[in-house]
Structures are given as structure tokens and as C-alpha cells.
DNA sequence: ATGGCCAATTTTATTGGA
């Protein structure tokens, strides 16, 4: 079973660039899509169409802004759009959908860079998801969450640690939010098969960047423990273009 | 590495991204 993640940038425009040749090719299991930026009556239905798939879209409520989508081959047992924090609801970041095995989170973390309130609310949206979670976990669920976290965790997991230590990404309050997920009973599953494997996922637009190869890590999969036992691999998917960011897979047996 | 980008809407500027 394959879960890839990719934020997209703006799926009218990934579409633009190969995005329905690649999804065929593909072929996850599940796919979550974070940056849509897009309502799905804006979009193409080479996708909203798209055939073997069931599909969720949460968009946010303002265009061109945010918002997420998840594919299922198989249809999940429930699907929701929030997590029931009234405040982390209107941006389009979340969609949760059961599976047999465990919840799987499809999630857009904030952006901190603004201004300190972003910088808040992205900090408050860690901690509400944090502690939905635990819920879950408590009552014996398995959960997987996957998305754009909008922090690198270590220093390993961006180019220019040094330099990025007071830009938000990288401060040492939004690497303690992930610690945090991490005490609490989740795996990096990425992490946790390549310790020093140096590997990004996004790259800024500006400084040829990508080419260079000055990236971050942002986009993962973090897993409770039962999860972790499934997995074959995480693959961080660098050769594919569309996007700052590159799709990521998390491979489970069956 | 100085400055260099891109998507989408509010569109020929602005906002947001990380």
C-alpha cells in the first residue's frame, strides 16, 4: 500500500505542468494534496473526474488560498474535514479519513513567517492536532498523519541549519512541536529507516535553489507504532518536478 | 552569494509562501 503526500503549489498549475500524467503513473493507494489552492469546481476534470479514485477536497474559505485533497483507491470508513477546533477549521488544512488499519491526517501545518500571529497560530495548531491525536491513540487507535509541516525537524533536515535559526521553519519552538508528536508515540517513518540519510523535499523557487540542491525537509509521515511495523519504505520523490515542494511515499506492506 | 521566484487574485499590483 502506498500513501503519497505532495504539496502542490497550486494544483491548476502542477495540472499545467503533468500532474494527471504523473498521478497515472503513479497510482498511490492514497494520495493527500495540500496547497490545492483551488475550489475542485475550479479544476480540471481530468481530476475532479479522475477514475479509481474517490476524492475529498477541503478548501479553504477565501480563493487561491490553502486547502487539501485526498484520493482513496478504496473508500475510507469515515471521512472528516476538521479536527473540531473551531479556530483551525476555515483554512482548508485538514481532512481525516479512517482506514481499517488507522486514521490517516492529511495536513497543511501553518505558515509562520508573516507576523507573530501566524507564528501563534501555527504553534496553537500544533498543539489542538497534537491532542486530537492523543485521543485517538488513547482509545486504541493506530494513526498516520502526512503532509507539509512547515518545520524541518533537525538540523540534518535542511541545507543551511546555521543560517535558519530565526526564520520561521526552523526555530527552536516549532522543532520542539515535533519532539513533541515524536514523546508522544510517533515515528518519523522517513527518519527512522535512513538516520543520516540527507534528503529534502521542498526548495525555495529563488536562487536556483533546486538545482543546487539547498532544501528542506518538510513533508513526512509520522506514524504510531503499529504503522511503523508495516513499513517497507519512505521514498522522498526529488526527481519530480511541479511543484517547490516533491511528492513523498510511505510504502506498507499490504 | 550580493540578488535572483512563483501561484493566484485583489491582475499590470498585491498577497502569501518557508
Known amino acids: 500500500m502506498k500513501i503519497t503526500t505532495w504539496n502542490v503549489n497550486g494544483i491548476r498549475a502542477a495540472i499545467n505542468k503533468g500532474f494527471i500524467d504523473w498521478f497515472a503513473e503513479a497510482s498511490p493507494d492514497v494520495l493527500c494534496l495540500q496547497e490545492v489552492k483551488a475550489y475542485k469546481e475550479q479544476v480540471s476534470e481530468d481530476l475532479t473526474q479522475v477514475s479509481g479514485y474517490h476524492q475529498f477536497w477541503n ?20 471521512m472528516t474535514a476538521g479536527f473540531g477546533v473551531e479556530a483551525y477549521t476555515g483554512e482548508g488544512r485538514t481532512i481525516i479519513t479512517k482506514h481499517p488499519r488507522f486514521y490517516l491526517f492529511n495536513v497543511y501545518f501553518p505558515n509562520g513567517q508573516r507576523d507573530q500571529g501566524r507564528l501563534d497560530y501555527k504553534l496553537g495548531f500544533y498543539e489542538a492536532l497534537l491532542a486530537y491525536c492523543e485521543e485517538l491513540i488513547a482509545a486504541g487507535n493506530e494513526v498516520v498523519i502526512t503532509g507539509d509541516f512547515n518545520t524541518a525537524h533537525r538540523e540534518i533536515d535542511l541545507a543551511n541549519p546555521k543560517s535558519n535559526e530565526k526564520n520561521s521553519g ?5 522543532r520542539e512541536w515535533i519532539d513533541r508528536f515524536l514523546e508522544r508515540g510517533f515515528i518519523d517513518a522517513f527518519r527512522a529507516l535512513y538516520p543520516d540519510k540527507v534528503q529534502y523535499s521542498w526548495w525555495t523557487y529563488r536562487f536556483g535553489a533546486r538545482s543546487r540542491n539547498v532544501g528542506w525537509r518538510l513533508d513526512y509521515h ?18 519530480v518536478l511541479g511543484s517547490d515542494h516533491c511528492p513523498v511515499s510511505l510504502i506498507l506492506k499490504d
Open 170 to 174: 526552523f526555530l527552536p519552538i516549532e
Open 59 to 78: 478548501s479553504a474559505d477565501r480563493p487561491g488560498y490553502s486547502g487539501v485533497a485526498t484520493f482513496t483507491k478504496t473508500k475510507p470508513i469515515e
Open 222 to 239: 509520522l506514524v504510531t507504532k503499529g504503522v511503523m511495523d508495516r513499513v517497507k519504505d519512505v521514498i522522498i520523490h526529488d526527481d
